[in-house]
């Protein structure tokens, strides 16, 4: 498994570097067909299949995903190294772990011979942006589950997640009228003072609110002597009950201009809905610890900060639990690192999971 772990970190596979992400997704699918799996892509997302064996329960849907925040090169600065129980290396943490201790239980489950249900498993190549084209493939395949388990990091210590805020990005975007700023100021409307009014008002219908809202970034203008014509900004919103995100994200949509002649529109770059907690969630996560007790594993589990494809799931009402992928620590820093030991834990829980009849 180390070895397998290996060859992942090594081919960087940051989001949107399409021949970076070729590279891995060609070696995961011959992992995947090797260890069992019917292998398809819809579009740059994996899509993998075991049929059941001798059993009729239902259809468990793993997620996981494949693209990492870090650049090509990350490599030189944070090179692969194993020392003891810490693995570290771009991504092995978040979530290349996940996808050996998947594949390795797999690989014993197929060969085992044993009785067990239909699993799927799709493996995202845009989830650290937010999966905006993964979503509907998403909300597709959970229809089809009676249960989802998420391959994302665990929180420290290893417990499960058993809900996540809900995370958007939105754009608002402003159009204005260039024109001199000095010798026909008039004539122009500023697109930049537009939208900076725009992200006042916006933080007044957060306020007091338990939202958390950051402008990440703002782009606009040209020249100082050049009345700005373009602006727009990129805001990062979480969201811990449907109703706030309703009422915020239904304001964003609502946005009108302020200024004569002044074009406004807003935009949904990714959206995850918020998972909240539910009894559905819960009888997943005691049948999940009852089987880790009985391989002498401890776990619980409660809500995350962060969000992932499981808040897809979790949203729609589907019993869903996250975080099985192994425990370790540093995701999106330069200390990253997973537990070896960690992944062979894991990998012993994801067979017992998989061996189950039915998890519901």
Known sequence: MLDALRTYTLLESPTGEARALAALAEVLEADAARAGFATAREGDHLMWTLPARDTKGGEVLLLSHYDTVWPVGTLAEMPWSVDDDTVRGPGVYDTKAGLVALLAAVERVVASG???????????????????????????????????LGLEPPHPGG????????????????TGIESHAALDPEAGVNAIDELIDHLVAFRAVVAGRPVLLNTGTITGGGRTNVVAGHAHADLGLRFLNPDDEQAVLGALATLTPLRDRAEVSTRLLAHRPTWRPAEATDALLNRIAQVAAGLGQTLSGRPADGAADTNTTG?????????????GGGAHARHEWVSHRGILSRTDLLEALLHQTSLM
């Open 114 to 148: 044993k009785p067990h249900p239909e699993v799927r498993v799709i493996v995202v190549a845009d989830e650290e942006v937010g999966s905006p084209t993964a979503g509907d493939l998403v909300r597709a395949e959970a229809t089809r589950a009676t249960a989802v």
């Open 159 to 174: 417990d499960l997640k058993t809900g996540r805020r809900g995370s958007t990005r939105a754009r608002i975007e402003v």
């Open 315 to 327: 949203a729609l009402g589907v019993p869903t639990v996250d975080g099985l992928a192994p425990p």
